[in-house]
C-alpha cells in the first residue's frame, strides 16, 4: 500500500538568503520525500524578486525545483509582485489558482482561498505590512500589493463562510493582532525600535481567528520558531510562528 503524502510548513527564505534550512545537512528528512510530498512556505519566499532573472535567481530556482518534494509557498511582503502574478503562467492545482514558477515550485496565489493538498485543506493568505519599506524603492525593492486589498479580504471571508470557517489547517504570512502582542517579546528581534506595528493583514486575521476552527495555524514574518494558544469566539486555537524550524502536519 502507498504511503499517504506528507506535509511539511516553513518560514521565510528569502531568496537564497536562508533556504540553506532546506539543505539535507540541515533537514535530513527530505532526501526521503518524494514529489507527492510537499514543503510550504508561508510567505517571503524571495528567489522571485529581483527586477530580471540572473544567475543567482537561475540556481537557487532550478536547486529547489530538483529537490524530492513538490515546494509550495503563499507571497509575503518581501517579494516581487508584478514578476509573481505577470511573469509566470497560472494553472488550476490543489483545487484553486497558482502560478506555476517551475514544475516543482508553485506560488498558491489568491488570498483567503482554500487549497485542498494531499487530502487537506488550507486557508491561506499571504501579504503583511513592510516595516522597513521607507528605507526600499517602490517597483524595485518594495511593491504596494504586499497589504490585502478589499477585495482579498472580502474573498477570504467568503470561504470562510463558504467552509463553514471548517478547515484542517490556515497558512499566512502575517498573524492575528492579538498573536502579535501575546508574543511580542519573541518578535521584536524581527523590529528593533520596539514597537508594534499591527498592518491591515494583521487587523484582518483578527477578525478571521474568531470565525475559524482548525487544528493550527501557521505563519512566518518575525523570523521565530515559538507556539502560542488562545481562546476565540469560535473555540481553542493553536498558533506556530515558523522561521528555522520544519514542521509536519498531521
Known sequence: MARKPRIYITGDTHGNNDIDKLTSSHWPEGRKLTKDDILIIAGDFGLVFCPNKDDTETYWLDWLNARPWTTLFIDGNHENFDRLYNEYPCK????GPVGVILPSVLHLRQRGHVYTIAGKRFWCFGGAKSIDKIYRVEGRSW???EEPTAEQMEYGLSQIEAYGGK??????????SRVLYACWHRFRAH????KVFPGRAGQYLERIADLVNVKCWYFGHYHTDCSYECETES???NFRALYRDIVRVH
Open 143 to 145: 511593491w504596494p500589493q
Open 191 to 194: 523590529n528593533s525600535t520596539g
Open 235 to 237: 473555540g481553542h486555537l
Open 92 to 95: 488550476e492545482r490543489y483545487g
Open 167 to 176: 478547515f484542517n489547517f490556515i497558512v499566512t504570512h502575517d498573524c492575528p
